[in-house]
């Protein structure tokens, strides 16, 4: 499964000149998602600098992110979660608990997740229609976002949702707030402050150790489960969090082949994580039967979590 960079997309852009610079207010999504010119708090897209409330409690959440997430609690928690005990039930099942969260990280965003995942999903379904696992791909790459719920066992939200970044080695400056990451015990320990810390060159992503949070749970769950999803699409769940890579282009050294063919696919879908967020909203009973479709086509009927 390939993608030629240079061939145009259905925004109307390459899908490689966001990261030369587009104008992002220029961009429009096909079938009506046009892309506002900010946020619906009036501010740019993944903007944490701009002063509010809002932004303040990013800022913590990032601070915390930032201490807590060494490479002894992500090998802790992948232990704990990658057992699988905390519920069974089914993809859409998880898609209706999603309901009861609100993502505290996002600046672009404060509604239920669900209105997200189907912004994220109808609008990649109109521009690549004979993509269906990427369709899908929209729809669940944030599920792992129940960690937050009582089931799950609660975890603050500074452990499920934010920007990812590996553990095991230095953390990129690129990395959004990088200035918490000095009271990191890992930030000074000398197996882990260098640019390949605990890896070697081109080990391939699976290899590393990301921070622990939806995106790496969500991989767990449905890799556990046999999901039929391609490759792409695995990689799209778990990284979908990394922007320092997909944006900053950091961490490359630790990427082998199928990981840069992989990023293709991660790049074209983050336009459409990012930029359908916003007061559009899906008629649920109407897009109900053909993601169930989908659903029934790359999983069981129902899932350990």
């Given at each position: ?123 990649i379904r109109k521009d690549y229609p004979n993509e ?69 060159d081109k080990c391939g992503l699976d290899n590393v ?97």
């Open positions: 499964m390939t993608i030629l960079i240079g061939q145009p997309d259905h925004f109307g852009v390459e899908a490689e000149q966001e990261t030369r610079g587009i104008n992002e207010k220029e961009l429009v999504l096909d079938g009506g998602f046009v892309v506002p010119q900010t946020n619906s708090f009036g501010h740019s897209f993944r903007d944490y600098d701009v002063t509010s409330e809002r932004q303040e409690k990013v800022e913590n959440l990032y601070r915390k992110n930032h201490i807590y997430q060494t490479y002894d609690f992500v090998k802790k928690m992948r232990q704990e979660y990658g057992k699988l005990n905390k519920a069974e039930m089914s993809i859409w099942e998880c898609c209706e608990l999603l309901n009861q969260v609100v993502d505290e990280s996002d600046p672009d965003l404060d509604e239920p997740q669900i209105e997200h995942l189907l912004q994220t999903a109808e609008a269906d696992w990427l369709h899908l791909t929209g729809l669940i790459h944030d599920l792992g976002k129940v960690l937050t719920l009582p089931q799950f066992g609660g975890l603050p939200q500074w452990a499920v949702v934010g920007d990812t970044f590996p553990v095991g080695c230095a953390f990129d400056k690129s990395i959004v707030h990088h200035k918490y990451f000095k009271e990191n015990p890992d930030y000074n320990h000398p197996a882990y402050n260098t640019s390949y810390g605990v890896y070697s150790m990301m921070s622990f949070g939806h995106d790496d749970y969500m991989y767990l769950v449905a890799k556990e489960n046999k999901t039929t999803l391609p490759s792409a699409g695995l990689f799209i769940i778990r990284y979908h969090s990394f922007y320092a890579l997909h944006r900053a282009g950091a961490y490359k050294h630790l990427m082998n082949d199928e990981d840069v063919e992989n990023l293709k696919w991660l790049k074209i879908f983050n336009k459409y994580d990012l930029y359908s967020k916003s007061k559009v909203r899906i008629d649920v009973d109407k897009v109900k039967p053909y993601y169930l479709s989908l659903i029934e086509k790359y999983f069981p009927a129902k899932l350990k979590w």
